[in-house]
């Protein structure tokens, strides 16, 4: 009897009761519901209801040919639950993530930029040119040099005349032409190294397409994080080989859990690891930095990526979302 309401269900148990032939009656859990093959293999009960329980204990007892076809099914089904059986599964899952894992990158091209300065880079941000920011381009710009970076990239909401600007303006400082895109309804999208404005609304597909039409880099901002505007898992693995770089820091995240989740698909499948202040305000800028070698071009700027440090600064979210509600509340 696996009598758990919900808090602790242990499906192996159920599992081992298989094993040594007994007839298992648990609650109705998914884990449990998913180990009987919903029924199949033993009774159910509502969870913490007593009644339907000693009922089902009552059927078992009182009819040796119910147990007997019990018996039957889960003798049947032995194969399938077989500790070799369950390491060929693994075995064929971790063949077919492993087959999706991105490579090690040009090391033609790491020897080239290995020699390079390093240098410190912000991959996401905004200006007035989205309609939830109200940072001047010259601000942003100044403010960046003060912090120290040495490149950015601009990527306001579904625009690119922020970025243009900014690469028009700079001195001293590289600007990335980027754009945040926000597709149908499978989240957003940031293209690097872009020169046209990519309209928003089409299928995450569809954008990797265009984002690498211009001969950009895919770059997914804060993944997992449920409080944007984010591709569900599915869409995310259904593009996973064309995606360049994946956001694993933000700190305008609610939790730190979802950058601990970007984190961890991004080691799954070896995917170039990327960081941006998400800056909505000019204070936003330098509460994380990424650490890596200088480059010219999207093919140098993914190789010396691949390579990186992200230095993170503590920041707090509170006062740089006050201070983004205040000065949008301004541009208005």
Known sequence: VAASAGAAPAPQLVL?????????????????EEALREGELGLLFEPRDAVTLAAQLERLVGDPQLVADYGARIDAAHPDIEWSRVAEQFEGLFEEI???????????????????????????????????CATPVGTLLDTATRVGLGAIAVTDHNEISGALAARGL?????????????TADQGEVIGLF?????????????????????????????????MHSVPDYEHLLDVVEQIDA????????????????????????????GAGSDSHVAQGLGSVMIRMR???????????LRDADIVR??????????LKFIQTRGKK
């Open 294 to 304: 200088d480059f010219d071009g999207p093919e140098e700027f993914l190789e010396s």
């Open 16 to 32: 081992r009761a298989l094993a040594g032939g007994a007839v298992p009656v648990v609650a109705r859990l998914p884990q449990y």
């Open 98 to 132: 492993a087959a999706r894992r991105h490579g090690n990158g040009r090391p033609d091209v790491q020897q080239r930029v290995a020699r390079r300065d390093f240098i410190h880079v912000d991959l996401h941000m905004h200006t007035d040119h989205s309609p939830d």
């Open 194 to 226: 872009i020169e046209e404005k990519i309209p928003r609304g089409m299928t995450l597909q569809e954008t990797i397409a265009e984002i690498r039409r211009q001969g950009g880099l895919v770059y997914v901002p804060h993944p997992f994080d449920r």
């Open 313 to 322: 600064k503590r920041q707090s979210l509170l006062y740089v979302q006050a």
């Open 170 to 182: 700079a001195n001293g400082i590289k600007v990335i032409v980027a754009e945040e895109i926000k």
């Open 246 to 273: 994946i956001e694993v820091f933000n700190p305008r995240v609610a939790f730190a859990a979802f950058n601990d989740e970007a984190a961890r698909f991004a080691a799954k499948y070896r995917i170039v690891a």
